[in-house]
Structures are given as structure tokens and as C-alpha cells.
């Protein structure tokens, strides 16, 4: 898990702290952070606003964390932080 495993507890906690309807991780470094949790990967291409294809495909993972009274299912928005992503096209 790298320098971010001793925060992980904590980061469950807070995220467990209040109902929510999704949870987002954003940035690659998570893949590697939650590699063990990831139950399905996408890699997909986008459609650029003027009607093309991106050159690079992007991706996003389904991750599940348990803990104490059951599990969170979240995403891994891993492209997220790319500079120039089609970003209404990468949310839906």
C-alpha cells in the first residue's frame, strides 16, 4: 500500500462518518493503494466535443472496502487528473 497504507483506517472511517450515494477515488495512485479491493477494471476511449475518438483510452476500476459493519463500493477514476480530458464524456 505504499505511504498512504497507515491512513487507510482512517480514510474508511471518515468516508463511513455519513451516507453516501458514491465514492470516488481520483488519481492512479490509488490503483496501486487499492489493487486487492478492485472487483472490475473499464478501459474505454472517449469522444472528443468535436465528434473523434481520444488517441489514448482511459480508465476507471470498481473497487469494494470492507469494514466493520459491511461494504463500501466505490471507484477508482484513474485517468482522472489527465491533462485535457473530455471530462462530461469521462463521467458518464
Same mark, same amino acid.
Given at each position: 500500500m505504499g505511504a %498512504? /497504507?497507515?491512513?487507510?483506517? @482512517? %480514510?474508511?472511517?471518515?468516508? !463511513?462518518a455519513y451516507d453516501r450515494h458514491f465514492v470516488l477515488f481520483c488519481g492512479a495512485v490509488f490503483?496501486? %493503494?487499492l489493487d486487492r479491493r478492485i472487483t472490475n477494471r473499464h478501459e474505454f476511449w472517449l469522444t472528443? /466535443?468535436? $465528434?473523434? @475518438? !481520444?488517441? $489514448?483510452?482511459y480508465r476507471f476500476a470498481n473497487v469494494e472496502l470492507p469494514y466493520a459493519d459491511g461494504t463500501i463500493r466505490a471507484g477508482i /477514476?484513474?485517468?482522472f487528473a489527465r491533462q485535457g480530458i473530455p471530462m462530461d464524456a469521462y463521467a458518464e
Open positions: %498512504l /497504507a497507515p491512513y487507510f483506517s @482512517r %480514510l474508511v472511517e471518515v468516508i !463511513t490503483d496501486q %493503494l472528443k /466535443a468535436d $465528434g473523434s @475518438r !481520444t488517441n $489514448g483510452k /477514476a484513474s485517468s
